[in-house]
């Protein structure tokens, strides 16, 4: 999840070719190792992982993708390629063709159903964009081919590979992202094994084909990181005179201040909060030299443990409230049941 805008940026440029294994990698010194400590942490046998790294494909691509410098995008550029038209019209058709289990998910984890299909939206557009590349190859090659990130891609490998074992996967026939997110949520394989729910009672948790459990995993997701349902997300703000802005700033996304120490510091809401609400500044350029701040509150702090950006939330924010809109004014559309059958 955490890597998903970026598979997203550079997503476009990157297919997955056909896998051909590279005959070499399961003699490699390194390789044999991480299968040695995988058999002594007795999760795994020998020959189960040499006929899975007998058929990894190294992808030199991906490397070469984490390697271009990141750069920062202002927010009116963000929104402009997020936050669209067709986003909001698949979403608000995803919302209609899921409502029960979208009501659902609300009833027993508290997160309203615009806020899921928009994570849904912006991560895979509903499922239309989940990745390409096998993740054996994706998160082999980042763990053993990109010092930098190793030790971590190399422990979602084994998350992946437990995974794998417990759903009655093939290793070698899941997809995902160049980075190792998977299915319509774009979980990375530990974010899977703790948050994802089978919610339609299938006995497996389906993230890749079954809208119902990527929508139960999404909802169980916020739900453990402390979202508050009905709470608002962001609440814009002005900044006085002399207020320590880029001091605020700093802190992101991170709540250290109420808001009444961000009043006292300069820096007052422009909606009724009480004192003690834990919120944040942050900014964003809505054109060229133009500079709106804004509050982030518990539940932006909340979508910004799924994706650690201030951009992303305020995308998310932005199309849940336009979904949730769109969907209530296409229920006010439709002719009485009652009515038609007269």
């Known amino acids: 999840m955490k890597l998903a805008i970026a598979a997203a940026l550079a997503g476009a440029a990157l297919t997955a070719p056909p896998a051909q294994a590279d005959a070499a990698f399961l003699s490699r010194p390194d390789v044999q190792r991480y299968i040695d400590e995988q058999v002594a942490s007795g999760q795994f046998n020998r020959p189960e992982l040499e006929a899975v790294f007998a058929n990894v494909e190294l992808k030199p691509n991906i490397i070469r993708i984490l390697d271009k410098p990141s750069t920062s995008r202002p927010w009116y550029q963000f929104r402009a390629s997020t936050v669209n038209d067709k986003l909001i019209a698949d979403g608000t058709a995803f919302w209609q063709a899921n409502a029960d289990a979208l009501s659902r998910a609300e009833r027993q984890y508290g997160v309203a159903p615009e806020v899921i299909v928009a994570i849904l939206g912006v991560e895979t557009h509903y499922g239309r964009n989940t990745g390409s590349f096998r993740l054996v190859d994706s998160l082999s090659t980042i763990g053993f081919d990109y010092p930098r990130r190793a030790a971590y891609f190399r422990g ?12 009655g996967k093939d290793p070698l026939t899941l997809k995902g992202s160049y980075a190792g997110a998977m299915g319509l949520p774009q979980f990375m394989p530990s974010s899977y094994r703790k948050w994802a729910v089978d919610f339609d009672g299938s006995g497996h948790r389906d993230i890749w084909n079954n809208p119902h459990d990527a929508i139960g995993s999404v909802a169980h997701y916020f739900q453990l990181h402390g979202w508050r349902h009905g709470d608002d997300v962001v609440v814009p703000a002005s900044v006085a005179p002399g207020a320590q802005v880029d001091k605020l700033l700093a802190d992101k996304f ?89």
């Open 156 to 167: 979602e490998l084994t998350q992946f590979l437990l995974l794998a074992k417990e759903e």
């Open 254 to 342: 991170n709540l250290h201040y109420t808001v009444g120490e961000l009043r006292k510091l300069g820096v007052a809401s422009q909606a009724q909060l009480a004192d003690d609400v834990p919120a944040v500044l942050f900014s964003l350029e809505t054109a060229p030299g133009v500079t709106e701040y804004w509050l982030g509150l518990n539940n932006f702090y909340a979508i910004t443990r799924y994706n650690r950006s201030t951009l992303y939330a305020k995308a998310v924010q932005e199309i849940a409230d336009q979904l949730r809109a769109r969907y209530y004014a296409t229920l006010a559309q439709r002719p009485d049941p009652a009515s038609v059958a007269q």
